[in-house]
């Protein structure tokens, strides 16, 4: 089993490219995450078809370094542990773009350094590579650490979707927390969450339904997140989703 760890730095060193005109694969903030049961390090990039062609595109991971008690998973969207060195190529269509994510688990209150590589290799030949450097030390302060320094609203996976779909988002503080589906028109579909959050990563998943649990037809949807303290609006974000029958 997974042991916390009460002390932890993460260092992260990103190499980001960007090859021709044809797709790009770009690290995002980095955040780390600490549970009472594991620790784990998780790192997203946003991976992006900017052709005017259908792409295929598949992950491969190098794990250059790494300490034996120690893991990581990768996928894009949100990884539940699968432990593979390549993902199954998706097909991205033109402006196609999906969070990929990195999770890097430290067992045993080991302290150690990770060194990963992940290269996205696309259908048509081309292929980018970021570089992720991780170390751990118990000397670390964990009170110093910070879980997320931003609000990010991350895109939903899959998408498009059928019947459900997967929204990440992480805010720096604790604040209220509202996210709502909007149909293209601008009407409110179903409100996700409407409630107070710690700070940190979090998920929230919409299945296609209205607030009366009646199925929405297919078509393109909005989602929005509004962040708030005494009432006070910090951060609002929307993003784009398609529902598909």
């Not at 992260?12 to 009472?36: A, D, M, R």
């Not at 034996?68 to 998973?73: E, I």
């Not at 390549?86 to 097909?91: D, G, L, M, Q, V």
């Not at 998408?159 to 209220?176: L, M, Q, R, V």
């Amino acid at each position: 089993m997974k042991k916390n760890i009460n002390l932890l730095i993460g260092i992260f060193i990103f190499t980001n490219l960007l090859i021709g005109e044809e797709f790009s694969f770009t690290s995002e903030k980095t955040s780390l995450t600490i549970s009472p049961v594991d620790t784990s390090i998780v790192m997203t990039a946003i991976v992006k078809n900017t052709s005017n062609q259908n792409l295929d595109i598949q992950a491969i991971r190098t794990t250059k370094q790494i300490p034996r008690s120690w893991g990581s998973s990768m996928c894009f969207g949100l990884c539940y542990g699968e432990q593979t060195n390549e993902t199954n190529a998706i097909t991205f269509y033109p402006n196609d773009e999906i969070t990929f994510e990195l999770d890097v688990y430290i067992d045993d209150a080991d302290e150690g350094l990770a060194k990963i590589d992940i290269k996205m290799e696309a259908s048509n030949g081309e292929s980018i590579t970021i570089e992720f450097d991780i170390i751990s030390s118990s000397t670390a302060i964990k009170k110093n650490v910070n879980i997320a320094e931003e609000y990010i609203l991350f895109d939903n996976y899959p998408n498009p979707f059928n019947p459900e779909t997967t929204i990440k988002y992480s805010i720096p503080e604790k604040a209220f927390v509202e996210i709502s589906v909007f149909d293209i028109l601008g009407n409110h579909v179903s409100s996700l969450i409407k409630e107070n959050k710690s700070e940190g990563l979090h998920i929230v998943s919409w299945n296609g339904m209205n607030d009366n649990g009646s199925l929405q037809s297919a078509g393109i949807y909005y989602y929005q997140m509004n962040t708030m303290i005494d009432g006070k609006i910090l951060n609002s974000s929307t993003k784009k989703m398609v529902l598909v029958k």
